[in-house]
């Protein structure tokens, strides 16, 4: 375990015996950005049931699919993000009925708008973190853009 690095560092990090490069500047703002997202749609989840009185039971079982996800992307899986994009989906639809079924609930807004954006977010950070990847992989190709 001493060859593993923290994933969150700006140095090259190791994944598995497989060293990738470090973040850039835009992957690396992007990246913050995504967790920051990620835990307020965390947080909106547990505030939009706390509310009405649900138990731990529940609440558990509200923001489990989100946060089954974070030993990997903390790694810098980028599969598991687009599974990820695909769970965010669901809470997305949910969402969407909860907003329409109360349009004064600003709770209910707010989740559209940070599953919207932590959506975004990940779907960035996969195209411009993979483009690094590639990169890394077949360094002799200058990027075209």
């Given at each position: 375990?001493?060859g593993?690095?923290?994933?969150?560092?700006?140095?090259?990090?190791?994944?598995?015996?497989?060293?990738?490069t470090?973040?850039?500047?835009k992957?690396?703002?992007?990246?913050?950005?995504l967790?920051?997202?990620?835990?307020?749609?965390v947080?909106?989840q547990?505030?939009?049931?706390a509310?009405?009185?649900?138990?731990?039971q529940?609440?558990?079982?509200?923001?489990?699919?989100l946060?089954?996800?974070?030993?990997?992307?903390?790694?810098?899986?980028?599969?598991?993000?687009?599974?990820?994009?695909?769970v965010?989906?669901?809470?997305?639809?949910?969402?969407?009925?909860?907003a329409?079924?109360?349009?004064e609930?600003?709770?209910?807004?707010?989740?559209v708008?940070?599953?919207?954006?932590?959506?975004?977010?990940?779907?960035?950070?996969?195209?411009f973190?993979?483009?690094?990847?590639r990169?890394?992989q077949?360094?002799?190709v200058?990027?075209?853009?």
């Amino acid at each position: 375990m001493s060859g593993l690095r923290c994933a969150c560092s700006d140095d090259s990090i190791s994944n598995g015996g497989n060293t990738l490069t470090a973040r850039g500047s835009k992957t690396r703002q992007i990246w913050w950005a995504l967790w920051t997202f990620w835990l307020l749609v965390v947080l909106q989840q547990i505030a939009l049931e706390a509310r009405f009185g649900a138990p731990v039971q529940l609440l558990v079982l509200q923001v489990l699919p989100l946060l089954v996800f974070i030993p990997w992307v903390l790694r810098d899986s980028l599969h598991s993000l687009i599974w990820l994009s695909f769970v965010l989906l669901g809470y997305f639809v949910i969402a969407v009925q909860v907003a329409f079924a109360r349009p004064e609930d600003g709770v209910a807004l707010a989740g559209v708008f940070l599953q919207v954006i932590l959506f975004l977010l990940a779907a960035l950070y996969i195209r411009f973190r993979g483009r690094e990847l590639r990169l890394q992989q077949t360094p002799e190709v200058v990027e075209k853009q």
